[in-house]
């Protein structure tokens, strides 16, 4: 087998927030394509580092009274102790704010400059005057101007998905100060991607040849197909690249730009820098050629493991920054989909925001995680589910009642009967059947197919529990003359064990080292998948892997709950009278509802309720009886007579108890000291009108 030099990368995680199952979801998939690659012999390197550039960090230190420099050091040990706690085994976490990656930023901004690629503008942009800054796209926050939404970032609408640029927002203000921003006109330096379309419609849809003969595309089909999207224009001539901003104004926190005083790389030029940094740094350890890895032409292999909402830069601007600075491009970008959590986005409210130092804070095996998002991933951009009863079921059922349980059973009789030492069983058929797998799953792990590769995998582990069952060794111990019949198949299931803890060593690392002990063997290699172990002396046995229990995830759940409150109720006490805002919904989910402008006819004080007030309401088009549960706030109804109001005119009638039918809502506004107050309407509003 020819050996192949890799290189392999995950995204930067951003420098300003904690590790989450989302960022875990890529570092596993990352991880576990990296260790089958080592396993199989190859010389393959997996390198990441903290993104740690932009307004963001610099705002986040100031508000903790940090400098931007203290502040990613400390989330730098942070991370990497998250991403070791899930045994994420990179041969270098490293940071993009290193003196490699101010060298490699340099040198490539500047062979693209001489190679024409870079051009300066003066461009209108909006500036904070109280501040004293440029204010970035996600830092302006103001009106939608096509759907009208309120507290709108600066580059496009949560609510109806409309981009747009900053200057575009109807009342903008800083998110920064509160301020209303200013045009003001600066100097920006531009990346001319739209001259690097034809490159990148090359190789977009591309391939490479590797070492061992195999093609490797370029991109995904479906990443393919939105590149497509990007790089040709449509029949009105809209769309195609647009040139690339890849400046900012001081002040700012990154690398100024060669020979532009108070001018600064923008982050998302560095940040991809930053695996090349990285790899260097480690290439400075351990002796490696660098330039092999990066020099046009290089017959080494390059991957990126990435999200889906990032693929923009590294399947267009990355390739080409590359490119046409003089280095090669990546051989293949992989993007995954997003995680959620019980079929639904995560959320900080119902503590399904679940973060890694809280996951392993509570004692969960982080095998367990690694071994359920493998058996979700697939090589397609799919978001994935983690779904918490079937999470403890699969974990429970899969690797403790199928696969650790082999060894248990077996090795017992091998240490009490037989010293220890296995019986050689080089032709068993059982081992035969494992082995004849091999090279199917090895192709699997290859092509991202962890949950086809888990399934092979557990049909083996079937497959030898029935064996079990079929020769129950707990009953040959007790029948007399059956110890070579026992020996053997002890022997068989131990190899068996062997075998299947190979295929499972990408997924499981540190019960596959743990196994290697017991085996008495140096470490599991992919050989193990198909040799058998010979007469050969194990050690003694130890249980492996304990079950998940339910009151552990709901402890976990718990945990992130409590987290999310007590942060929400730290220092910011001037916030602190607000209730959290409710969880995301779409503008669809806000499309359902059908507010209407209604009138009071009469509001009176509801016999034998203390809470309620009925309401004779005239929507207009008919009158309805609505009850509302303000009396404590109105404790004289009669003077709402004549007054107009918001009403809920779409929600089914609803019985209150004996006090009658309500026939809809009133929207009212909860203040800081518990009341219920109506909201107003402009005039000129009639009975009717729609809200919305």
Same mark, same amino acid.
């Given at each position: ?195 690097? !379309? ?24 479906? !990443? ?21 901003? @890849? ?9 100024? @730009? ?279 002396? @194990? ?98 109804? !009669? ?54």
């Amino acid at each position: 087998m020819t050996q192949r030099k890799i290189l392999v990368t995950s995204a930067l995680p951003y420098a300003n927030g904690s590790i989450h199952l989302g960022h875990m979801v890529e570092h596993i998939q990352t991880d576990i394509w990296v260790r089958f690659q080592k396993l199989r012999g190859h010389q393959c390197h997996y390198c990441c580092a903290d993104d740690t550039h932009g307004t963001p960090i610099m705002l986040a230190a100031e508000k903790q009274n940090l400098t931007p420099e203290e502040l990613i050091e400390k989330v730098h040990a942070e991370h990497l102790a998250d991403f070791t706690g899930f045994y994420i085994g990179y041969d270098n976490y490293y940071s993009t704010h290193s003196p490699e990656n101010k060298q490699l930023s340099e040198q490539i901004y500047l062979a693209l400059k001489a190679n024409g690629k870079i051009e300066s503008r003066t461009i209108e942009q909006l500036f904070d005057p109280e501040k004293q800054m440029f204010l970035p796209d996600r830092f302006v926050k103001g009106e939608c101007p096509k759907c009208h939404a309120k507290d709108q970032y600066g580059d496009n609408c949560e609510v109806c998905g409309t981009t747009y640029s900053p200057t575009e927002l109807i009342n903008p203000y800083s998110a920064v100060s509160g301020a209303t921003p200013v045009l003001k006109e600066s100097e920006h330096f531009f990346f001319k991607l739209g001259e690097c !379309a034809d490159y990148l419609k090359q190789w977009t849809s591309g391939s490479t040849t590797l070492s061992d003969g195999r093609v490797q595309q370029h991109l995904q089909p479906e !990443a393919l197909n939105k590149m497509k999207e990007w790089l040709h224009p449509d029949e009105n001539g809209e769309g195609g690249l647009s040139d690339w901003d @890849i400046s900012r104004d001081a002040p700012y926190f990154g690398f100024e @730009i060669p020979g532009a005083p108070g001018k600064y790389f923008y982050v998302w030029l560095d940040a991809p820098v930053g695996y090349m940094a990285s790899f260097k740094n480690l290439c400075s350890r351990i002796g490696l050629d660098y330039d092999e890895y990066f020099q046009a032409g290089s017959q080494t292999e390059m991957y990126h493991f990435i999200g889906k909402d990032i693929l923009y830069f590294h399947a267009l601007f990355w390739p080409a920054m590359l490119e046409f600075s003089g280095h090669r491009a990546p051989t293949g970008v992989f993007a995954h989909g997003f995680l959620t959590v019980d079929g639904q986005k995560m959320s900080k409210s119902r503590g399904t925001f679940i973060t890694a130092r809280s996951y392993l804070d509570g004692g969960l095996n982080p095998e367990w995680m690694r071994y359920y998002i493998a058996a979700k991933l697939n090589s397609r951009i799919e978001d994935i589910d983690l779904n918490l009863n079937d999470f403890i079921a699969r974990v429970n059922s899969d690797l403790v009642g199928k696969y650790v349980n082999i060894a248990a059973r077996a090795a017992g009789f091998i240490a009490k009967r037989f010293e220890g030492r296995l019986k050689n069983v080089a032709g068993s058929e059982l081992l035969a059947k494992l082995a004849a797998q091999s090279e199917a799953i090895a192709a699997d792990y290859e092509t991202r197919e962890y949950a086809k590769a888990l399934r092979e995998i557990m049909a083996l582990a079937d497959i030898v529990n029935e064996y079990v069952d079929a020769n129950k060794p707990w009953e040959l111990a007790k029948q007399e003359g059956q110890d070579e019949r026992l020996h053997q198949v002890c022997s068989e299931l131990i190899n068996a064990f062997a075998m299947l803890t190979a295929y499972l060593a990408p997924v499981l690392p540190k019960v596959a080292e743990n196994a290697a002990r017991f085996l008495n063997l140096p470490k599991i290699t992919w050989a193990n998948t198909r040799e058998t172990l010979g007469e050969h002396t @194990i050690n003694k046995y130890e249980h492996l892997m304990q079950r998940v229990e339910q009151k552990q995830v709901d402890d976990l759940i718990e945990a992130n709950k409590q987290s999310i409150q007590t942060a929400s109720a730290a220092p910011a006490a001037e916030t602190s009278q607000y209730t959290p805002v409710a969880e995301q919904a779409s503008f669809d989910d806000f499309m359902k509802i059908d507010m209407r402008v209604a009138k009071v006819l009469n509001c009176q004080a509801v016999e034998g309720s203390t809470k309620l007030l009925k309401f004779d309401l005239d929507f207009g088009f008919e009158q309805r009886v609505i009850f509302s549960g303000i009396a404590a706030s109105y404790p004289n109804p !009669a003077e709402l007579n004549g007054r107009m109001v918001i009403a809920v005119a779409n929600f089914a009638p609803r019985k209150m108890a004996k006090f009658g039918v309500s026939e809809g809502m009133i929207l009212s506004a909860a203040t800081a000291d518990g009341k219920l107050k109506l909201l107003d309407v402009d005039a000129g509003a009639q009975p009717g009108d729609k809200v919305g």
